[in-house]
């Protein structure tokens, strides 16, 4: 993703302050060097914090919902100082840190911590039509997720999962008349750590070092009523030693003023994978890992036909096609389909009983390795519909998709097949100077898909020796036999929140807004964890008004 953040204000001091009672948040911006009304250089800072108090406001607030808080609590701060050259030319040096909790019930301990720090530069060369960019950033993520055991109330094995590295690269964008030519080159250097168990109690533990070497090439050419968007990348994955070739291209078509067709596709690889658990029936865990080695040799097709592996990277081919049709002055609809094959991806071995050492090496390669390959599809279509006049805006969207896995031994839809989605976002202004501003959105999603609970045992310590009798040895701590996996779906998720904004006009440089919302206004009970030993369930949060005000100045 390529995310811009705003420089601060160059020319005086400005900031927002809100409280509500969910939190507070502040965001101040100025000059160092102030720009002066004829040009010339300047140099700016803004910088914005956000923390959560509800754990001790719910008590009072909310106690309907939870009479002990509701424990999520956040930290976020953020800082950016900008130095702008006369020319247009720029630099900045930013950093964060990010810390979320939540101690709820079952979920004992779960934590995301993350840091970055970094710079970026533009420079515009005097009488050249090339635009120069650079960029180098370090960042660490991490998560981890400690339970308590249901019978015993000890803590299980915890999950965790970290991240950290850095990211150098120069980009070069060329002008040549209407069209654009933008090419580069980037280095990726990062180190995961990972902890796992898996359903059956394997542990799965990976720490590992990667570097990526990458270039591109990206044009956009526009030539009558076609604008044309080719690109290659060429991507060295070092600690692999695999290089991928990877072209793209994108192509619209303005057959009319108000009618347009547009289309796309490409190769893309990735080393880095996202991992949960399919014990979990809501996942709230999920932790990343790169280039895994602990991975099958030969690839088992659906058909029950075999090929040798020949890398370990995550490739997929995607194609999309899509049409914008402008109705009127105040209605756009667009609509897109695609259809992407993954033609290989890594995930976690949920079949591991074994552990892959000498003394099982007869054992086959799905019942003793980390990791297993599979290979899928993802399609379905996107439909956008847009009403926008002076002082009302609708925005109407509805996805329909499907995605299926073959991990060598069944199809099974993984844990994001979400079949329909359904997004509709109203405001309305009104009153003097649009003084007033009321908000409406409605979410649907159908079921999640997830692994059902086909029993119990009780699980007996045979730590004693071959002499345990089973039959005579008691256990008060219950094992779980699973269902096949993720052949079950949660119920829907949907709600409806509504906020109306009071503007109030202090001065030219200062306003007052003052929110009431409701948030979940029908008290949709939607799962948010369950625990498959006592079967409790915890639900999002139900009804929740609240009055917040916002200072700008």
């Known amino acids: 993703m390529d995310i811009s953040s705003k420089d601060g204000n160059k020319k005086q001091f400005s900031g927002k302050a809100s409280i509500s009672p969910f939190g507070s948040k502040l965001m101040v911006e100025g000059p160092l060097k102030k ?20 754990e001790q406001s719910s008590k009072f607030l909310y106690s309907y919902i939870d009479s002990a808080g509701l424990p999520f609590n956040f930290t976020d701060l953020y800082g950016k100082v900008s130095v702008n050259g006369e020319n247009g030319s720029k630099v900045n040096f930013f950093g964060f840190n990010y810390n979320d909790q939540v101690r709820y019930k079952a979920v004992s301990d779960l934590n995301w911590d993350a840091w970055g720090a970094g710079t970026n530069f533009m420079v515009l060369p005097s009488s050249s039509p090339v635009l120069i960019m650079g960029k180098f950033n370090i960042s660490d993520y991490q998560i981890s ?42 280095v990726n250097g990062f180190k995961t750590e990972f902890n796992f168990f898996n359903s059956v109690g394997r542990e799965i533990e990976q720490n590992n070092y990667t570097t990526e070497l990458s270039g591109y090439v990206d044009a956009k050419i526009i030539r009558g009523l076609f604008v044309i968007n080719p690109g290659f990348r060429a991507q060295y994955y070092a600690s692999l030693k695999n290089f991928s070739p990877e072209p793209r291209l994108g192509i619209k078509y303005n057959v009319s003023e108000n009618f347009r067709l547009k289309a796309a596709g490409g190769v893309y690889s990735q080393n880095l994978i996202s991992a949960n658990s399919d014990r979990d029936v809501v996942n709230l865990f999920y932790g990343f890992l790169s280039g895994p080695e602990n991975l099958q040799d030969n690839i088992i097709n659906e058909d029950g036909s075999e090929v040798e592996r020949t890398h370990s990277l995550q490739k997929a081919t995607h194609a999309i096609f899509g049409v914008e049709q402008d109705i009127g002055k105040n209605f756009t609809i667009n609509v897109e389909g695609y259809f992407k094959r993954f033609n290989q991806l890594t995930n976690m071995n949920r079949n591991k009983l074994y552990d892959d050492n000498g003394d099982n090496f007869d054992i086959p390669d799905i019942a003793k390795k980390d990791f297993i390959i599979e290979t899928g599809n993802a399609y379905g279509f996107d ?18 998709g499907k995605v299926t896995r073959w991990d060598g031994v069944q199809t099974y839809s993984p844990v994001f097949d979400r079949r329909h989605n359904i997004n509709i976002v109203g405001t309305q202004k009104f009153g003097k100077n649009d003084g007033w501003e009321v908000n409406l959105r409605w979410n649907l999603g159908s079921g999640l898909p997830f692994t059902q609970t086909q029993g119990y045992y009780h699980l007996i310590d045979y730590s004693q020796g071959l002499g345990t009798n089973g039959n005579t040895t008691n256990s008060d701590n219950l094992s779980i036999i699973y269902a096949p996996i993720n052949e079950g779906r949660l119920p829907a998720y949907h709600r409806l929140d509504l906020a109306v904004k009071r503007k109030i006009t202090i001065s030219e440089k200062s306003e007052i807004n003052i929110t009431a919302s409701v948030t979940n206004i029908y008290s949709r009970n939607n799962i948010f964890y369950v625990d498959r030993i006592t079967n409790q369930k915890v639900y999002q949060l139900p009804i929740l008004p609240s009055l917040g005000v916002n200072w700008s100045f």
């Open 35 to 54: 720009l002066s009304d004829d040009g010339g250089a300047s140099i700016s800072y803004v910088f914005s914090g956000k923390t959560s108090y509800l």
């Open 145 to 186: 997720l400690a339970e308590n055991d249901p019978n015993s109330g000890e803590q299980m094995p915890p999950r965790s999962s970290k991240i950290n590295g850095f990211n150098l690269g120069f980009d070069f964008k060329y002008f040549i008349k209407a069209d654009e030519i933008k090419y580069g080159i980037e």
């Open 383 to 400: 439909a956008v519909l847009k009403y926008s006049v002076e002082k009302t805006y609708l925005w109407f969207v509805y996805s329909l």
